[in-house]
């Protein structure tokens, strides 16, 4: 079994930093009375540096 810290993880292109935040559109399910994902788009923001992009580095 691969352990947690062994999986790649997304990374800013710019500063490094493993802060990556997705565009995304969720709906909400009455059975379960939570949000639930739809969609992810394209777009990348880093938190650390507020970069923008369509590509992030995987990095383990």
Do not use: I
Request: glycine content about 2%; overall charge negative.
């Amino acid at each position: 079994m691969v352990e947690p810290d062994q999986l790649p993880k997304p990374r800013c292109k710019s500063c490094g930093s493993a802060v990556v935040l997705r565009d995304a559109y969720a709906c909400w399910d009455e059975n379960q009375q939570e949000w639930t994902l739809h969609s992810c788009y394209d777009d990348f923001r880093c938190e650390n540096c507020d970069a923008q992009s369509k590509h992030v580095d995987w990095l383990v």
